[in-house]
């Protein structure tokens, strides 16, 4: 008798040319997931996967990690055996112990010499003789799949993250502050299957500042979802320099200007397809449609923004449910909160690009890009990071 977790995905995305691609990366996502967890092996079944498991695997804590697997809608631990009525009643019993539960039995198979009926009618002679405990109502199922030789039983349901699995859309640079928004736009991004590539500008000496700590461990929790991910550290300074002549008021709206161009060329550098930030809509000065506009004016990446019609109470509980929230409060100095008493809050194309481009920030953006820290995080629990 094999001990097992069987792992359902949503089907919407099954359908078409693109569903091996999906389930492939599935796979290979759980496989990531599970680095480092003891287990036998994967295999898809159809619109599923079974994971063997063995003596010494350690449920809760595969449990917990298949629980952040983008794709996976719900997985239940279970056994197989073979297809025969002593083997499945035995197994069954040893599964649900003295739980009171509803039967729900299946034959995808004719050839079988019993009939699913005949099956539930041997549970209930079972239950007949108290050696079971059975319930119609129950809200705990016992699902036993009769599949050839060979039957799968479940008992119990937790629920996945749903989603399509990370990298199925492509990559994106994820512009990651240290406050509460951009980690949820971050989870958002990686739920509809970007694959993230973060990029941060800090406001310390160097990319080495022991601060930059609480940045490192905010992605290490998102790469729950990624398995791992890169990160681009770079400093605020060079910028700032260049910004001394340009009128306070659109010194913010110029930062913001200058972060997509660089997410632009970190976007380029490694392959991804668009940029994610973590900006909703008024939140801030910063964040008014005209603002908006004028910085991402003639920005060759397309820029998505996945908490844009979210109030900040809603981030806020969203990010407390995946568990940045305590991460993100942190004490912290960012660099995005520099002058944004006096900001514009209309800034024009023209006005910015004029700004933009007499401060030279061309130059300013390569002498950043220079000093960049790209550093490569796994998930908590896995093994440490390395420093290229
Ligand atoms: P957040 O809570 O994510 O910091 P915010 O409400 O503070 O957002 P802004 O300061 O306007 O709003 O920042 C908007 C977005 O710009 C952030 O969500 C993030 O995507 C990006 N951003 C801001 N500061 C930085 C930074 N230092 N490095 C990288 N990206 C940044
Ligand atoms: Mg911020």
């Given at each position: 008798m094999d001990r097992l977790i069987i792992i359902h995905f949503g089907e919407i995305w099954l359908k078409g040319k693109n569903r091996k691609r999906f389930v492939d990366r599935l796979e290979r996502n759980i496989k990531t997931a599970l680095s480092g967890e003891s287990y036998e092996r994967v295999a898809n079944e159809r619109d599923r996967f079974v994971l063997h498991l063995r003596a010494d695997s350690d449920m809760g804590r595969i449990s917990g990690r298949l629980?952040?697997?983008?794709?996976?809608?719900?997985?239940?631990?279970?056994?197989?055996?073979?297809?025969?009525?002593?083997a499945i009643i035995g197994a069954a019993k040893a599964l649900v112990g003295k739980s009171e539960?509803?039967?729900?039995?299946?034959?995808?198979?004719?050839?079988?010499?019993?009939?699913?009926?005949?099956?539930?009618?041997m549970f209930l002679d079972e239950a007949r003789s108290g050696r079971m405990r059975l319930d119609r109502d129950s809200e705990k199922v016992l699902k036993v799949s009769m599949k050839g030789e060979r039957t799968f039983m479940t008992f119990g349901r937790e629920e996945g993250p749903n989603g399509l699995p990370v990298g199925s859309s492509g990559?994106?640079?994820?512009?990651?502050?240290?406050?509460?928004?951009?980690?949820?736009?971050?989870?958002?991004?990686?739920?509809?299957?970007?694959?993230?590539?973060?990029?941060?500008?800090?406001?310390?000496?160097?990319?080495?500042?022991?601060?930059?700590?609480?940045?490192?461990?905010?992605?290490?929790?998102?790469?729950?979802?990624?398995?791992?991910?890169?990160?681009?550290?770079?400093p605020y300074h060079v910028f700032q320099g260049r910004a001394l002549g340009v009128p306070k008021s659109y010194e913010l709206v110029l930062f913001k200007r200058f972060l997509y161009r660089l997410a632009e060329r970190v976007a380029k550098r490694e392959g991804a397809d668009c940029i994610v930030t973590g900006e909703s809509l008024g939140q801030v000065a910063s964040q008014t449609v005209q603002n908006l506009d004028a910085t991402a004016h003639g920005i060759g990446a397309f820029i998505m923004r996945p908490?844009?019609?979210?109030?900040?109470?809603?981030?806020?509980?969203?990010?407390?449910?995946?568990?940045?929230?305590?991460?993100s409060i942190r004490k912290y100095r960012?660099?995005?909160?520099?002058?944004?008493?006096?900001?514009?809050?209309?800034?024009?194309?023209?006005?910015?690009?004029?700004?933009?481009?007499?401060?030279?920030?061309?130059?300013?953006?390569?002498?950043?890009?220079?000093?960049?820290?790209?550093?490569e995080i796994a998930a908590m629990g896995h093994q440490s990071e390395s420093v290229k």
């Open positions: 629980g952040k697997v983008f794709g996976i809608s719900w997985f239940g631990s279970g056994v197989v055996v073979d297809t025969e009525p002593k539960v509803r039967v729900e039995a299946h034959r995808a198979d004719k050839g079988i010499s019993f009939t699913s009926r005949e099956l539930v009618g990559r994106a640079v994820v512009l990651l502050s240290g406050g509460i928004d951009s980690p949820v736009a971050s989870y958002y991004a990686m739920k509809r299957g970007l694959e993230p590539v973060y990029l941060h500008v800090h406001g310390f000496e160097s990319g080495d500042a022991p601060e930059l700590e609480k940045i490192r461990e905010t992605v290490a929790h998102l790469c729950a979802h990624s398995g791992r991910a890169r990160m681009y550290v770079v908490l844009v019609g979210m109030d900040k109470q809603e981030i806020v509980d969203k990010a407390k449910e995946i568990g940045t929230f305590k991460l960012d660099v995005c909160s520099i002058g944004s008493h006096e900001a514009e809050t209309r800034a024009k194309r023209e006005r910015l690009k004029g700004f933009y481009n007499k401060s030279g920030m061309t130059k300013a953006l390569s002498e950043t890009m220079k000093r960049a820290k790209v550093i």
